[in-house]
């Protein structure tokens, strides 16, 4: 079975500067995709990024970046130029792609703050 | 706003009784999945759907069921509810079965 694991339950970052949030996870599979979401104090769940296992370069989106490691199974999130508004609890997740099912296997979140 | 919508945003309810949660996902997602986040357990899979059919179960009770409507919207019912139902319930839609999941912004349940 799948699992992801997010050791940082509690991260801190001053206002602009670069934070990086840490995920590993375990698969036997090949093919997947990896998520960060953030959920801030409104509890809506927001994506923020995505990587396909299949893609060797790291996803990047404006702010968000990833580090994916696939042989280390390492799937970390860097927020650079880090804003209030990023203040929240991040998840990271994984999704199989084809296969039975496409369920969201969740790591247990890290909640950020963000320092003026 | 993710465009998948859910109602109620807020349920009270006693223990034993039942309740029904909706959700409409994104315009052309076939699948729906539903979750609950709860203190204790975190984020975990119930159900999904694809085109009316269920695909898969995850830790889901007895208790609970759902369906997917010929128009695509869901609805999870859970009946004779204890304490420890109390959770938030997100409903999530994807195009395919696979990639980005897109969530609606959840049912807050509370059994007293």
């Known amino acids: 079975a799948q699992t992801v694991t997010q050791s940082q339950p509690e991260m801190s970052v001053q206002e602009a500067e670069t934070v990086t949030l840490s995920c590993t996870y375990d698969?036997?599979?090949?093919?997947?995709?990896l998520f960060w979401y953030k959920q801030p104090p409104s509890r809506q769940m927001i994506l923020v990024i995505r990587?396909?296992?299949?893609?060797?370069q790291n996803a990047t989106e404006n702010r968000f970046s990833v580090n994916f490691q696939k042989a280390a199974k390492s799937f970390s999130l860097k927020i650079s130029d880090s804003q209030l508004g990023d203040a929240a609890m991040y998840f990271c997740a994984y999704g199989n792609l084809g296969g039975a099912t496409n369920k969201l296997i969740f790591g247990t979140g890290t909640l950020l703050a963000v320092q003026p | 706003d993710s465009g998948v919508t859910q109602t109620p945003k807020h349920l009270i309810t006693a223990t034993g009784q039942r309740v029904t949660l909706r959700c409409s996902p994104r315009s052309g997602d076939l699948s729906v999945y539903w979750y609950q986040q709860s203190l204790d357990q975190g984020l975990q899979f119930l159900i999904q759907y694809y085109n009316g059919e269920e695909r898969a179960k995850g830790n889901i009770l007895e208790r609970f069921s759902a369906q997917q409507f010929p128009d695509l919207h869901s609805e999870l019912n859970l009946s004779s509810l204890e304490l420890g139902d109390s959770a938030l319930y997100f409903c999530a839609s994807s195009v395919v079965e696979g990639g980005e999941q897109y969530f609606g912004p959840g049912t807050r349940l509370t059994v007293t």
């Open positions: 990587q396909e296992a299949y893609k060797q």
């Open positions: 698969t036997s599979e090949s093919d997947y995709y």
